[in-house]
């Protein structure tokens, strides 16, 4: 048993990584093939490599501002959201406020919500009650910067929250007594050892803003309009440029790895930090 079990541990993992992989290499296939072999003969395997699709795709001048957009947004959303939901968790850790837990599970409710049911109640916000002179949210970047706290932000509470409350109190209170106000407790005391927690936060965050598509489509016409809604442009009435899709799709895929490989690191240490207390 002792000489299965680890074979039979790497196969299943195996079965899994492949099961995970596969459907991002069909992606990476498809978007490396001239339409007519998609049709003509598809197959799993790289028979030509075509570069076109993605030729087409970084050079296209509206392609590339929906990218820039989706950084802007992504990056602004998940930078003021980590802000917001650090200082939110610390005041419920550490303030005796009446009825916090009942705060906390009422934030938690606003996620549990799909994003369709905000969808006509935002128009109306962004069309009508936020569009007087030359100030409007309607296809803004900060409109969905903005817009993205209402379901981002209670998923960073409910994540960051562990990290905080796992930060011992006396900690705080000996800088208190050497004479730190609570603003230096703060950032000298609390803020380096939540760092694994915030970095789980703000990838995550990150993510959920820059895959968010409904929403986007919806609030935006042309200015502020996001990378997975350029998807959308290439099913037209005359077929689906499906190479061009898929290269979309691979293009929006490199920036998440690469937020992911600069703090992996801190990914599984702020997921469990305060999971054990002694």
């Keep these: 048993m002792q000489t299965r079990s ?49 030729a087409k795709v970084l050079t296209d001048e509206t392609l590339r501002r929906y990218m820039f957009n989706s950084v802007v947004i992504s990056s602004g959303n998940a930078i ?12 419920l850790s550490r303030y005796n406020i009446a009825g916090k837990e009942n705060i906390f599970f009422w934030t938690i409710t606003n996620r549990m919500a799909p994003a369709a049911v905000f969808l006509l109640p935002f128009f109306l916000l962004f069309t009508q009650v936020f569009a007087f002179g030359d100030f409007k949210l309607y296809d803004t970047r900060i409109g969905l910067i903005l817009l993205y706290c209402t379901f981002n932000l209670p998923f960073a509470i409910w994540t960051l929250r562990p990290t905080i409350d796992g930060i011992p109190k006396e900690l705080d209170e000996a800088a208190t007594v050497d004479g730190a106000s609570t603003w230096q407790v703060i950032r000298e005391v609390v803020f380096p050892l939540a760092r694994p927690g915030l970095a789980v936060t703000l990838i995550l965050t990150w993510v959920f803003a820059w895959n968010e598509f409904l929403l986007a489509a919806t609030l935006t016409s042309f200015n502020a309009r996001t990378l997975t809604t350029g998807l959308s442009e290439y099913v037209t009435t005359t077929g689906t440029e499906w190479g061009t899709m898929a290269a979309i799709a691979i293009i929006t895929l490199i920036p998440a790895l690469i937020v992911f490989s600069v703090v992996q690191r801190h990914i599984i240490a702020g997921l469990t930090f305060g999971a054990v207390k002694e």
């Design 80 to 91: 003021l959201v980590t802000v917001l939901a650090f200082f939110a968790c610390y005041a």
């Design 6 to 54: 680890p074979l039979i541990g790497m196969i299943f993992w195996i079965v899994l990584s492949f099961v995970t992989l596969f459907p991002i290499y069909w992606l990476f296939v498809i978007s490396v093939k001239p339409a007519v072999d998609l049709f003509s003969s598809p197959s799993v395997f790289l028979d030509t490599i075509y570069w076109n699709n993605y």
